[in-house]
């Protein structure tokens, strides 16, 4: 950790964080804002970093929304270690953290939303209704809050990233928009605030889902091309090890509609669940697979 970092200035109102993003614009600095719920791990601190390649202030925003949750879901118990995660962030040199209360996110009387966009239709969309309703929200809120230069969001929640993507289009929102690729433990396991919930077992089990995405790259590699062929494939991995497969999807990588035949353009998505933790991964097919 370096020590010599100065602790991230802590905003708890949208007014002070609104005005505080402004005050640094008109100085001619260009800000970058990292929306997590917290919980933070290196996948969220890479997005930090990624923000401050380009930004000369950075502004991480920590919420768990509600909104983005159903009733059966983790919401009351998602973690939350805003200690530990102020410390990560003073690690990596981000300058604000904006921390803002549910009734500051959400006060007396707030009853409009975000109706996403056509990519949030299936996969996530079908197995979390709601989900990226509230999300779409959300984020656009914090966008509106924090009206920084730049928002960075990870790859690990493609479909998320997709439609945030399309709702800034649609929307004419100002804000530029980078995806950070997956952060992963050194054995695969694509890093998450979910992870914590797993027994060292089920950790194991876990694996998974990296090992069936690179069984998969391989094959795709080495000429299948036929997509049933690779989810059955990755199917026969999972099986054995999950409790749950909500979804294998190939699908094309901008509109998330299934494809027969997977090319460049086709990313595989997978949502399981290992005994009470849900986990996603996925990966876009190597463009390299397909050079002439
Ligand atoms: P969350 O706190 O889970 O809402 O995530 C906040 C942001 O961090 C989202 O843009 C996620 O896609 C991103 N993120 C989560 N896990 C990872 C990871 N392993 N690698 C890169 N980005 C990630």
Request: hydrophobic share 40%.
């Amino acid at each position: 950790m370096a020590a010599g970092e100065p602790q991230p200035q802590v905003i708890e109102t949208v007014a002070a964080m609104c005005a505080e993003v402004r005050r640094l614009q008109r100085s001619g600095q260009r800000v970058g804002v990292v929306p997590t719920m917290g919980a933070l791990h290196d996948g969220h601190l890479s997005l930090v970093q990624l923000a401050k390649r380009s930004c000369e202030k950075v502004v991480a925003t920590i919420f768990v929304n509600p909104t983005q949750f159903a009733p059966h879901e983790d919401f009351s118990k998602y973690p939350r270690t805003l200690e530990r995660d102020l410390e990560l962030l003073r690690g990596v040199g981000c300058d604000y953290v904006f921390v803002p209360s549910r009734d500051e996110v959400y006060p007396p009387g707030f009853s409009t939303e975000v109706d996403p966009p056509a990519v949030a239709r299936r996969w996530e969309g079908e197995c979390r209704p709601g989900h990226f309703r509230g999300v779409a929200t959300v984020v656009l809120k914090l966008l509106n809050m924090t009206p920084a230069d730049l928002a960075v969001f990870g790859q690990k929640d493609y479909q998320q990233a997709a439609v945030i993507q399309q709702m800034v289009r649609d929307l004419n929102v100002e804000t530029e928009i980078q995806l950070g690729p997956i952060i992963r433990d050194p054995d695969g396991l694509a890093m998450s605030s979910r992870n914590r919930y797993l027994s060292p077992a089920e950790r194991q089990r876990a694996l998974s889902l990296s090992q069936s995405l690179n069984a998969a790259q391989q094959s795709i590699a080495a000429g299948e091309a036929r997509a049933a062929t690779i989810a059955a494939m990755i199917g026969e991995t999972l099986q054995p090890q999950v409790d749950v497969i909500d979804y294998v999807a190939i699908a094309d990588a901008v509109t998330l509609e299934p494809v027969e035949t997977i090319t460049a353009n086709t990313v595989l998505l997978l949502a399981v669940k290992i005994g009470n933790t849900r986990l996603i991964d996925n990966c876009v097919v190597s463009p390299g697979k397909f050079a002439p």
